[in-house]
């Protein structure tokens, strides 16, 4: 019965993953409005608790176009790979001792190969779209994704030399006395930064800036094809919230609480974090994106590497 629980869990995580988005969704108009002084939504529901499945409903009820001018094939499928390689990083993180569906031994490794591959979604959607706005918006989310996939993935080198492995599950146990938010600070905040350039929210949402390029990569979408890259962008917060809680937080090790709540509430938190800096900051403007990457955080992530790897030898 050992694949019929596996094929349980897929479910169930799966299922949760598809309805989380739009509860997080909720969640972020209602802080972005406490933090901005506004109302929020609140005519749909009570406190605007189901504006979430009107918006899912009316997605589903617009006319789902094709632009005659798009190549076609790319264009319907541009949008799925981005949901798809979310997804199957979830498959790797482990949630609490016995529920992960597959604790790779180089699951930090296929993580950051993953999120590389999102970046082929933004700019297979951009070219395919046959739009001068969309082929700009690609070519910015091209060079911001890969940009920041570099100081990301150096970020992560501390954490594997103090772990001893790239087996997330192994990372987890190794903060059981000391989490590596407090060992590894410089490389949290790299990591926070980078991973929100990548998943392309405010103040790194260069990419889509509807003051400039209307909406970027995805101005030709419609319907659910839309939807998808909306998804597809929750999706990836909650993956960086899970894996920052993975990698800083000691994932589900905490006192009193169960495992799984202690896991929530450490990427519910993150969640946070990053809707109040989308409530906060402005707009980066592309040079200062791009030199924040390459300038800045790119030898600060080298340098920790350095620091790290010193220290971890004079603990031998």
Known sequence: MTW?????????????????????????????????????????????????????????????????FADRYVFVVAPSIVVVTVLLVFGTVPFAPRIAIADLNVGLLFFLAMASLGVYSIVLSGW???????????????????????PMALSLVGVAMLAGSLRLGEIVNAQRELWFCATQPVALI????????????????????????VSGYHTEYSSMK?????????LDIILVACMTAVLFFGGWHGPWLPDLLWFALKAGVILIVFI?????????????????????????????ILVTGYFALLAR
């Open 4 to 68: 019929l629980a596996s094929l349980l869990q897929v479910l169930v995580i799966l299922l949760v993953l598809f309805t989380l988005p739009m509860g997080l969704i909720w969640i972020e108009r209602r802080l972005l409005a406490a933090f901005q002084d506004r109302l929020g939504p609140n005519r749909v529901g009570p406190s605007g608790l189901l504006q979430p499945v009107a918006d899912v409903v009316k997605l589903f009820a617009k006319e789902d176009w094709v632009p005659p």
């Open 226 to 234: 839309f939807g998808l890259f909306l998804l597809g962008e929750y």
């Open 190 to 213: 790299i990591f926070l930064i980078s991973a929100i350039a990548e998943a392309r929210r405010i103040p790194f949402d260069l990419p889509e800036a509807d003051s400039e390029i």
């Open 276 to 304: 109040w800096a989308r409530s906060v900051l402005p707009r980066f403007r592309f040079d200062q994106l791009m030199s924040l990457g390459w300038k800045v955080l790119l030898p600060v992530a080298l340098l920790n």
């Open 128 to 150: 395919a779209s046959n739009s001068k706005y969309s082929l700009v918006g690609g070519l910015r989310a091209a060079a911001q994704m890969i940009s920041y996939e570099i």
